[in-house]
């Protein structure tokens, strides 16, 4: 791989990173909790009682983190049980030993291998849908081509999606889940099929921006180092 396009992809997905960030807050939190009346409710409810100062380098960290609903330490008050994403790394160590760290791999394997597939797929031909032969896509195709390859793959993996975060806090107080299978099954027969779309809305929602901005800026580097 040229390094232009080494840099450019990470200079994009960073950019991707940010911008959808509190969005996968919101996603984690609507599937792995009940308190929350809605997207809304969830966005205002965050917003008022803590502080999204975290981002944590794996996945299971970012979700023990994301669902930590205590506000930073105060005087007098209780302290979170995280301190950050170092600390959290430690307890969960500490606490539930090496292999804790990797709950909910399989799970993260499983929704990411098709759906890479799916993202670039789905980008490549409407790109080529919606321009002339040997020409450039413009920026208004690849925002649209990006931002609809961003929501397709996460359709397709928000079910996948349901359970690694489910087994990603399994453990945290009790273990609810004897495997990957078994939280399948037992989500669905206490809340029915639809709880493997559940976020399905936000995750879209977070898709189309989060992939436009990252397709775009892709290219755009691209053109601007070719």
């Not at 205590?70 to 005087?75: D, F, G, N, T, V």
């Not at 990411?112 to 413009?138: A, H, K, M, W």
């Not at 390859?149 to 996948?160: D, E, Q, R």
Request: proline share 5%; charged share 20%.
């Amino acid at each position: 791989m040229p390094v232009e396009e080494f840099v450019a992809g990470w200079i994009s997905g960073a950019l991707g990173l940010v911008l959808g960030h509190p969005f996968d807050t919101v996603k984690v939190r609507l599937q792995t909790q009940t308190t929350y009346q809605g997207i809304v409710d969830c966005m205002v409810k965050i917003y008022r009682h803590e502080s999204a100062y975290f981002l944590a380098p794996f996945d299971l960290i970012k979700v023990r983190l994301q669902n930590q609903t205590e506000p930073r330490a105060q005087l007098g008050g209780s302290s979170p049980r995280y301190r950050g994403p170092m600390h959290c790394a430690a307890s969960i160590f500490q606490k539930e030993g090496p292999q804790g760290l990797f709950r909910g791999a399989w799970a993260l394997t499983l929704r990411d291998t098709p759906t890479v597939g799916i993202y670039f797929v789905t980008y490549e031909v409407l790109c080529r849908q919606c321009t002339p032969e040997r020409q450039n896509p413009s920026s208004a195709t690849v925002l649209v081509a990006g931002g609809f390859a961003g929501i397709t793959s996460w359709v397709a993996a928000t079910p996948l999606d349901v359970i690694k975060s489910r087994m990603q806090m399994d453990g945290l107080k009790r273990r609810a889940y004897q495997g990957m299978l078994d939280c399948m099954v037992r989500s669905v027969r206490q809340e029915g099929l639809g709880v493997f779309f559940r976020g399905v809305t936000i995750n879209s929602a977070r898709a189309f921006p989060v992939n436009a901005v990252t397709f775009l800026s892709y290219e755009y580097l691209l053109r601007w180092w070719g």
